[in-house]
């Protein structure tokens, strides 16, 4: 008996290409993260800033990868004795229900439960129409 033979062979093409709405959900699922990486530093008083590598040629001509560091830009402000706490895609600020953009806390402790609660809609679809509402305006 051969040895392929003994195998469970099959004919298959490979997918390489994503599906685009689980493409967005998981950018908007790590933008969510990285924000309450930011909101926990803020809490205990700390400097949060993104690490990410970048290739540079260095002064012999080679060029050499190298890291990089810049500033994580805040979902959320203080203004009227409280916070507000937007979900943003990218640049733009996804409207949550159609209408409003941002959800109003007491404090920068709530904030990080506003977060949690983003990702939790994300993961069930329901920023989806916001996102796709945003390609949209970014596109045309």
Request: hydrophobic content about 50%; overall charge positive; charged content about 25%.
């Amino acid at each position: 008996m051969s040895v392929l033979a003994k195998l469970n062979l099959k004919t298959v093409q490979r997918s390489v290409a994503k599906d685009p709405v689980t493409a967005r959900r998981e950018k908007l699922i790590l933008g969510v993260e990285q924000q309450l990486r930011l909101v926990d530093a803020a809490l205990n008083g700390e400097n949060f800033v993104i690490k990410f590598k970048r290739k540079v040629v260095d002064d012999a001509g080679a060029v050499v990868e190298q890291v990089a560091e810049k500033r994580a830009r805040a979902w959320y402000f203080e203004q009227d004795r409280g916070y507000y706490v937007q979900c943003r895609y990218g640049a733009r600020i996804l409207m949550l229900n159609g209408k409003n953009n941002a959800v109003w806390v007491a404090t920068l402790k709530e904030v990080a439960g506003v977060l949690a609660a983003f990702k939790e809609a994300t993961l069930a679809g329901e920023l989806d129409k916001a996102v796709a509402m945003a390609m949209v305006r970014a596109n045309g």
